[in-house]
Antibody, heavy 114, light 112 residues
Framework: QLQLQESGPGLVKPSETLSLTCTVS??????????WGWIRQPPGKGLEWIGS???????YYNPSLKSRVTISVDTSKNQFSLKLSSVTAADTAVYYC??????WGQGTTVTVSS | DIVMTQTPLSSPVTLGQPASISCRSS???????????LSWLQQRPGQPPRLLIY???NRFSGVPDRFSGSGAGTDFTLKISRVEAEDVGVYYC?????????FGGGTKVEIK
């Protein structure tokens, strides 16, 4: 059974870079049938797609975040990662990783505060 | 960006009664490959979202058959034939036809 687990710091200072990793277990991240993505949810609000990466290595980012976002894959570790630079309080959210929106991680809360 | 608009914002329902949620997109969700990438997700309180329906009307693995999706083009509907207590939560429509992928604002289903 495929499982995804987010990990990373729960507290990030303003202007710094948020870095999260999603570890995939029970399946290979290298499958050509799927893409992998990050989605976030600010407290009490709805869902926002951050970006996705395909098995080919192609990446697609939300234009509202594009200048600050990088998503990458480490096939040797069966992981993919999110980096979001120059964070502000508006980036405080629960961050989810997902496979093609059909399998989701439990989410990790990231707070941006000094 | 494609804007997804859900109605109603909140849906109080009696147990055992049906519920219906509408989702309208600002432009057609028909992809150049002929598919319509409209999905429905459920988010129970304190839980991550869970995929219920993909490509308008296909139930994802393990989803009870009381959930059904329909629609075409820009107008879509999620129906719960008989609401159960475990169906309480927020429901989101989502389009993956065009980047950026976008979500509706959510509809809260609660028990009367």
């Amino acid at each position: 059974q495929l499982q995804l687990q987010e990990s990373g710091p729960g507290l990030v200072k303003p202007s710094e870079t948020l870095s999260l990793t999603c570890t995939v277990s029970g399946g290979s991240i290298s499958s050509s049938s799927y893409y992998w993505g990050w989605i976030r949810q600010p407290p009490g609000k709805g869902l926002e797609w951050i970006g996705s990466i395909y098995y080919s290595g192609s990446t697609y980012y939300n234009p509202s975040l594009k200048s600050r976002v990088t998503i990458s894959v480490d096939t040797s570790k069966n992981q993919f990662s999110l980096k979001l630079s120059s964070v502000t309080a508006a980036d405080t959210a629960v961050y989810y990783c997902a496979r093609r929106m059909d399998v989701w991680g439990q989410g990790t809360t990231v707070t941006v505060s000094s | 960006d494609i804007v997804m608009t859900q109605t109603p914002l909140s849906s109080p329902v009696t147990l055992g009664q049906p519920a219906s949620i509408s989702c309208r997109s600002s432009q057609s969700l028909v992809h150049s490959d002929g598919n319509t990438y409209l999905s429905w997700l459920q988010q129970r309180p304190g839980q991550p979202p869970r995929l219920l329906i993909y490509k308008i009307s296909n139930r994802f693995s393990g989803v009870p058959d009381r959930f059904s999706g329909s629609g075409a083009g820009t107008d879509f509907t999620l129906k719960i034939s008989r609401v159960e207590a475990e169906d309480v939560g927020v429901y989101y429509c989502m389009q993956a036809t065009q980047f950026p992928q976008t979500f509706g604002g959510g509809t809260k289903v609660e028990i009367k």
